[in-house]
């Protein structure tokens, strides 16, 4: 091959080279510039796709322990302490716990801060004490709880319920001392909270009863209370003022007692009441001081299904009451007990006619007593005529022992004579020489 034409190929093939290397950096630079414009877009979007869905997730409950025994919920916000033989509520409870149920649990005594804590349980809500055999709950038992807006004590055996009970509530500086502290609670039941019978039943419940009514009455410290129950207590008669320091009630349940009559209930203060239970009493009739309480209060719904109504002429008014008004929920179903005659007759379909009031039907028991009366006064006639038909023999009988009485007399007297002078003493001592 020619010089030249050697020459020629080499140069081509460097400028060939060249080309190439030339072709691979210019790739290299608009490869790197495009990365590095794109990157503050797609750093900016996963930034903002990131702030987005933080924000929009609740923030995680804070952290804590649960104790042992008990079953904590954390996404749920409840902790379960049920019949695990627990003397006293754990100290080392969750601060996220907003529903606390410690039922069945031997507690018998509710101390002062018994929910005391640190960090205190500023979450918990609604608080589940039935069947703890609780008998006493002390002053500011549930101090330091200022979120507490439900409470459950029922069936529990309550012989003492502290007047401050419910006060302070929502602080911790001891107010219940002085009742001043209003507590949160909203809703309230004290159901089946009557202790064991003692002998003097009577006096026993009406204690029981003022001790309830000084615990809501304290101080208005359940000013914020919306719904009250109390059934399955035995309450014969309610105290005068009882529910006056609840303002703001709306429900109030007072079924399964022995209520006889509202008496000075006094339920015209009670402006934002909606609705009574009281079925399963012992009412018999609803007199003009009752009707005049329950018609000053138009929006209110009454129950008062079971009860022994007693239909005579005392009656009339409140069946009159009850064609006229809206307020009783079933009245339709209302009847009558007594007497046996209109036994089960709707109240709502009697007449002035059908109501009288004549002698009552004694009940069996009373029956009995009459029956056991006359026989004991047939037998009583029977003895005293015994006596009389003799009268002779018995006079003769009480001569006799007369008789012999007066010479058992003498016969005392006579060695009494004898013993008291020596000399017939000595006579009669030698009257065999």
């Known amino acids: 091959m020619p010089r030249g034409c050697a020459r020629g190929s080499a140069a081509g093939d460097r400028r060939l080279r060249l080309a190439r290397l030339l ?155 002085s009742g001043l502290g209003r507590s949160p609670l909203t809703e309230l039941f004290l159901n089946d909270i009557l202790p064991p019978e003692d002998k003097d039943n009577q006096n026993q419940t009406r204690s029981f009863v003022g001790m309830v009514a000084a615990a809501l009455q304290s101080g208005g410290a359940l000013g914020n209370l919306l719904r009250l129950e109390l059934s399955g207590n035995k309450f014969f008669y309610l105290p005068r003022d009882m529910f006056s320091g609840l303002p703001k009630l709306k429900h109030l349940d007072l079924h399964n007692n022995s209520l006889v009559g509202l008496g000075s209930l006094a339920l015209g203060n009670l402006t934002q009441l909606e609705s009574l239970h009281l079925g399963n009493n012992a009412f018999k009739a609803l007199y003009n001081s009752s009707l005049v309480q329950l018609q000053a209060l138009p929006s209110l719904r009454v129950n008062l299904d079971s009860n022994p109504w007693l239909c005579d002429c005392n009656i009339a008014d409140m069946v009159t009451w009850l064609k006229e008004t809206n307020m009783v929920e079933g009245k339709t179903t209302l009847s009558c007990f007594l007497p046996e005659k209109m036994r089960n007759r709707p109240l709502v379909k009697l007449n002035s006619s059908d109501l009288d009031c004549g002698p009552l039907p004694l009940d069996p028991l009373q029956t009995s007593y009459v029956f056991l009366g006359i026989v004991l006064a047939l037998i009583g006639a029977i003895f005293l005529l015994v006596l009389y038909l003799n009268r002779k023999g018995i006079k003769k009988w009480l001569y006799n022992i007369r008789d012999a009485c007066r010479d058992h007399m003498e016969g005392y007297h006579y060695r009494y004579e004898i013993n008291a002078d020596p000399r017939l003493t000595n006579l009669s001592s030698n009257s065999d020489v």
Do not use: I, M
């Not at 025994?69 to 033989?85: D, P």
């Not at 101390?111 to 069947?131: I, M, R, V, W």
């Open 23 to 177: 072709l691979v950096f210019l790739g290299w630079v608009s490869s790197s510039t495009g990365t590095s414009s794109s990157s503050p877009s797609s750093s900016s979007t996963s930034s903002s796709s990131l702030s987005s869905s933080v924000s929009a997730q609740p923030p995680p409950p804070p952290p804590g322990h649960c104790p042992a025994l008990c079953e904590c919920s954390e996404a749920a916000r409840t902790v379960k302490c049920v019949n695990r033989n627990l003397t006293k509520v754990p100290e080392d409870l969750p601060r996220y716990v907003r529903n606390l149920f410690f039922t069945g649990n031997p507690l018998t005594v509710l101390p002062a801060g018994a929910f005391a804590s640190l960090p205190p349980l500023a979450e918990l809500a609604a608080l589940n004490l039935s069947g703890s055999r609780l008998q006493k709950v002390s002053a500011g038992a549930f101090e330091h709880l200022p979120s507490l807006r439900q409470l459950d004590l029922s069936h529990n055996p309550l012989e003492v319920l502290s007047p401050f009970a419910f006060s302070g509530g929502g602080g911790g500086g001891g107010s219940n001392a």
